[in-house]
């Protein structure tokens, strides 16, 4: 497997990079299979694994599964969404921040995290507090760089300046959704963060198992999150999953290779998450590293979901609150029109 700089840090990632949302006790929790699979990863070329303190038991397992071989990896977790109903237990405050590195550090049994990332932005917080918390963590050891997660361009942009005018570290990465079906990203967020030197490590290239074969038109799923997210049942996203799986037949190419291969070639990312659950999952995935997308194919794919656009909406992407304010929104009526 090829590897790839990760945006200006110095240190060289694979295109596919390993989620371990999925080892976990809501995904895959037994450790024999696990570590087989992470074995199987990792020989195959993979050195970039990514979890998060809000997977459950996902860094116990992977700490679990690396052992012997945390040197080879490129480790990455992360912090900001709540754990358990404490309101403080959640975002990006020093408090919480110093809390969680610790916590993810003891589960992991390492004593440093190659990326450290910032899971949800934190509207709360300001971004100085955040960063000056984070720059302590690398200057102490215990995390080798930094990143972001699902933030828009313009909080990317306003964290950089602040990092800069403070004398902060910065982000250096930035994990935002991209798919087949989700391109909004190609607008903003990939252009700034190349305008940056900023790594991106895309979750989500299969939209939540859309562009697995499994949700079908006029098919019954047996892909459990159907039931739990509109997104997977919204007609407009199924209709081009449709019209994807009809490209990848002429392709010659399952429609998961479709999706990873499309996903990588965007010369704005570093690596795809592959998140497999079961050792076939794995090897499906694996497999996809030498398709190599032509043109005439990309020409197809943005006739289907034109570039910078998307369809639908996934469930889990990050969206700023409501503007509730009407002061916010409306002029006084005196001062409503033009005369």
């Known amino acids: 497997m090829k590897y790839r700089p990760l945006g200006r840090t110095g240190i060289q990632v694979s295109p596919f990079a390993l989620g371990a949302m999925m080892f976990s006790s809501f995904g895959n929790s037994d450790q024999q299979d696990v570590d087989r699979m992470m074995s199987r990863a990792l020989d195959a070329g993979i050195n970039l694994v990514d979890t998060a303190d809000a997977y459950g038991d996902s860094e116990e397992m992977v700490g679990r599964a690396l052992k012997g071989r945390r040197d080879d990896v490129?480790?990455?977790?992360?912090?900001?969404?709540?754990?358990?109903?404490?309101?403080?237990?959640?975002?990006?405050?020093?408090?919480?921040?110093?809390?969680?590195?610790?916590?993810s550090l003891r589960r992991l049994q390492t004593d440093h995290l190659d990326l450290y990332q910032m899971h949800r932005p934190d509207p709360g917080t300001d971004i100085e507090e955040t960063l000056s918390a984070l720059t302590d963590l690398v200057r102490s050891?215990?995390?080798?760089?930094?990143g972001s997660s699902d933030m828009p361009a313009s909080e990317m942009v306003?964290?950089?300046?602040?990092?800069?005018?403070?004398?902060f570290e910065r982000f250096r990465t930035e994990q935002p959704h991209y798919?087949?079906?989700?391109r909004g990203v190609e607008r903003e967020v990939l252009p700034t963060a190349q305008k940056y030197g900023m790594g991106t490590v895309i979750w989500s290239p299969l939209a939540s198992g859309m562009l697995t074969g499994r949700v079908r038109?006029?098919?019954e799923s047996d892909?459990?999150?159907?039931?739990m997210f509109a997104a997977l049942r919204d007609e407009r996203r199924i209709d081009a999953v449709e019209r994807f799986v009809a490209l990848a037949e002429d392709a010659g190419i399952p429609l998961t290779h479709l999706a990873l291969a499309f996903v990588i070639a965007h010369p704005g990312?570093?690596?795809?998450?592959?998140?497999?659950?079961?050792?076939?999952?794995?090897?499906?995935?694996?497999?996809?590293?030498?398709?190599?997308?032509?043109?005439e194919i990309l020409d197809r794919v943005d006739e289907i979901v034109p570039p910078g656009t998307g369809v639908g909406r996934m469930d889990q992407e990050y969206s700023t609150a409501p503007i509730l304010s009407p002061a916010l929104r409306r002029r006084e009526p005196q001062e409503r029109s033009a005369a």
Not at 141 to 146: E, H, L, N, P, S
Not at 158 to 167: D, I, L, M, P, V
Not at 223 to 227: H, N
């Open 74 to 103: 490129v480790l990455a977790s992360k912090f900001s969404r709540p754990i358990g109903d404490d309101p403080n237990r959640r975002g990006g405050s020093r408090r919480w921040i110093m809390t969680a590195v610790e916590d």
């Open 141 to 146: 050891g215990k995390v080798r760089a930094i």
């Open 217 to 219: 038109r006029g098919q």
């Open 269 to 295: 990312v570093t690596a795809a998450l592959i998140g497999p659950r079961t050792m076939a999952q794995l090897d499906d995935l694996l497999a996809a590293s030498d398709v190599r997308l032509t043109d």
């Open 223 to 227: 892909l459990r999150r159907t039931r």
């Open 158 to 167: 306003e964290a950089q300046w602040a990092a800069e005018r403070r004398g």
């Open 179 to 182: 798919s087949l079906l989700d």
